[in-house]
């Protein structure tokens, strides 16, 4: 099993950045790589950005390139995802998710075995 623990939501401005962690922990050497998805009120659970555990390298969702970038600390088992320029429109929970191999190449929420609770990222107008 793996356990997944994500922080740094909250309230910010429109223009503003927040910075969301993700700690894996318990089997984390069966983690091929770690996506975040983000889900807003009566909407689907959408692909946000995603990296591969050894090598780093990392796709992203067209809406997000150049606003978001997603890094890892492989020591720490820890992946981040800086949000800059945010927008009312990237209002949503935020998930972290650890996938166990490349699947269908890593957008497909269902190639993901294990998720963290999510956390509420806000931006107010």
């Known amino acids: 099993q793996v356990q997944l623990v994500e922080s740094g939501g909250g309230l910010v401005q429109a223009g503003g950045s927040l910075r969301l962690s993700c700690v894996a922990s318990g089997r984390t050497f069966d983690i091929y790589a770690l996506g975040w998805f983000r889900q807003a009120p009566g909407k689907e659970r959408d692909f946000v950005a995603a990296?591969?555990?050894?090598?780093?390298?990392?796709d992203y969702a067209d809406f997000v390139k150049g606003r978001f970038t997603i890094s890892r600390d492989y020591a720490k088992n820890t992946v981040y995802l800086q949000m800059n320029s945010l927008n009312p429109e990237d209002t949503a929970v935020y998930y972290c998710?650890?996938?166990?191999?490349?699947?269908?190449?890593?957008?497909?929420?269902?190639?993901?075995?294990?998720w963290g609770q999510g956390t509420q990222v806000t931006v107010s107008s």
């Open positions: 998710a650890a996938a166990r191999n490349y699947g269908s190449g890593l957008r497909n929420q269902y190639d993901y075995r294990y």
């Open positions: 990296i591969r555990r050894s090598s780093g390298s990392t």
